[in-house]
């Protein structure tokens, strides 16, 4: 008897080792997106959103940069992966029209990148191909006129995932383009924009051809 209750504790610190052993696995190869800050780059993107896109990896580390002001401004933003997968997106003030912007993602990368997804609202448009998406919103810089540019000012984010993705298909389109959005708000803030846009809280979802 007394044998048998020896063996099974044995048996159960061995079972309470196996299972500590998974949990601090798992805590250490596995939580590193878990353990970035709620809003990654200048908090201007969710934590969600980024886990959404990339898999899960031991490490991430994220940052941002923000250069130049009016016409030149751009803001930056990335997340690095223990596993070599990146997150990356910059949103940038240029003088282009929605047609000219939408006629330029339309064919980026070529048909590998596939058919394009869209969605818009309230004149804010996005538009997500193979592992990028990018969004237009007009802004006008400040210190100009929006009769000064060739086409129209405007916001353009894009962002790609590098590596290995977490999700795929729709549902990477939908979390890219997530991430350009989030992204733009806060750029566009940052920029000063003189139009005075305001931002839904989120696009309306791809929905399934």
């Known amino acids: ?72 401004f751009m803001f930056s933003c990335h997340i690095y992966t223990a596993g070599d997968s990146i997150l990356s997106g910059e949103a940038q003030i240029q003088d282009s029209s929605q047609k000219t912007w939408e006629d330029y993602y339309k064919s980026y990368g070529g048909k590998s990148q596939g058919v394009a997804e869209q969605t818009s609202s309230s004149g804010i448009y996005a538009l997500s191909r193979g592992n990028f998406a990018s969004v237009y919103v007009p802004c006008v810089p400040s210190g100009s006129k929006a009769g000064d540019a060739s086409e ?12 290995e993705s977490r999700a795929e298909g729709l549902d990477l389109h939908q979390a890219l383009t997530d991430f350009a959005y989030e992204l733009t708000r806060h750029a566009y803030a940052l920029g000063k924009c003189e139009n005075g846009k305001n931002f839904p809280d989120e696009l309306p979802r791809f929905k399934e051809n």
């Open 152 to 163: 129209d000012y405007s916001l353009i984010s894009e962002v790609r995932v590098i590596g």
């Open 1 to 72: 008897m007394r044998k048998n209750m020896q063996i099974l504790a044995l048996c159960a610190a061995t079972l309470t080792l196996t299972v500590g052993g998974w949990f601090s696995y798992q805590e250490f190869f596995k939580n590193g997106l878990e353990n970035l800050p709620a809003k990654v780059c200048d908090e201007s993107v969710k934590r969600e959103t980024v886990i959404r896109v990339l898999p899960e990896s031991r490490s991430a580390e994220d940052g941002a940069d923000t250069n130049g002001t009016g016409y030149g």
